[in-house]
């Protein structure tokens, strides 16, 4: 996979991740926001190491990977 198409991969990632996951009574939504959320960590590790794309996409109380 080329440079362009991750990051692509990467911004598709963050923009359908779900961020109220952490709410949900379901756990499996649950399960599954928080196996999303790790896999967004290791991309963003590799190709937004400042978390500039990522913060311009998460909600405020998620910026630089927290919540």
Not at 27 to 36: F, L, P, V, Y
């Amino acid at each position: 996979m080329n440079a362009l198409n991750a990051i692509k991969n990467y911004i598709e990632a963050l923009e359908t991740h779900d961020w109220s996951y952490k709410y949900s009574d379901d756990h499996r939504a649950w399960e599954s926001g928080s196996k999303s959320r790790k896999t967004l960590l290791e991309l963003q590790e590799q190709i937004d190491p400042n978390f500039q794309v990522w913060n311009s996409i998460a909600p405020e109380d998620w910026h630089d990977g927290k919540y």
